[in-house]
C-alpha cells in the first residue's frame, strides 16, 4: 500500500485550520503532519517532519508565508509549497513563482479545489492558476517596463511628472519650481517623448502604476 502524501498546514486563524486539518485528513491518500499558527512554527514543523506538501498563508505572524517559502528554497528543497490565502499581489505572485512555489489558490474557491490542488502537486504537477498568474505577470512587466522608461527623465523632468500626478496645472507647476509656463509645457512635451503618451492622463497613470 502506498504510503500516504504527508501535509503541513499553517494559518493564524485557529478555525480555518480546524476546518483545513479536518479536510485533509478526510481525504484518502493524505495525512497531516501538523498544523503551525505562525511562520516560525511552520518553519520548524516543516524542518522536523519533513512533509511532501507544505499549504501556507501568506499573512502570518513572525515570518510571512513568502518568507517561509524562501527559508524552505534553501534548506528543504524536497518540500512542496502551496499558499492557500485570502489576498496575493503581483508581486508576490512573481517573488512567489521565482521561489519555486507549487500551488496558488484563494481561500474563496471551493474546498474541493485545495485537494485537487493537492492531488496535482503531489503527482508533480504545479498548481497556478492561469487566470490569476497571467494577469499579475503581465502587469509586472509593464510596470517594470514602464520603471525602465521613467529612469530616462531628467531629475527636472521627473519632478514635473510627479506635480503632473498631483493635478497641478501647468501654471502652478511653474510657479512651484521657478520657471514660465511655456517652460513647462517644453518639458511636458520631451517626457510625452520620451516616455510613449499623449496626455497627462497616460502620464499620472504610468507614473502611479510604477509608485504601486
Known sequence: MPQPVSIVLADDHPLLLKGLSDLVSSEDGFMVAGTASDGPAALSLIELARPDIAVLDLSMPGISGLGVLKEIARGQGGVKTVFLTAMISDDEIVEAMAANVWGILLKESAPEALID????????????????????????????????????????????????????????????????????????????????????????????????
Open 117 to 212: 490542488c493537492l492531488r496535482e502537486v503531489a503527482g508533480g504537477r504545479k498548481w497556478l492558476p492561469a487566470d490569476l498568474v497571467h494577469p499579475a505577470l503581465s502587469r509586472r512587466a509593464k510596470r517594470d517596463e514602464d520603471g525602465t522608461a521613467l529612469q530616462m527623465l531628467t531629475p527636472r523632468e521627473r519632478q514635473i511628472a510627479d506635480l503632473v500626478c498631483e493635478a497641478r496645472s501647468n501654471k502652478e507647476i511653474a510657479g512651484m519650481i521657478g520657471m514660465s509656463a511655456g517652460t513647462v509645457r517644453i518639458h511636458l512635451h520631451n517626457i510625452y517623448v520620451k516616455l510613449q503618451v499623449g496626455n497627462r492622463t497616460a502620464l499620472a497613470a504610468m507614473m502611479l502604476n510604477n509608485r504601486a
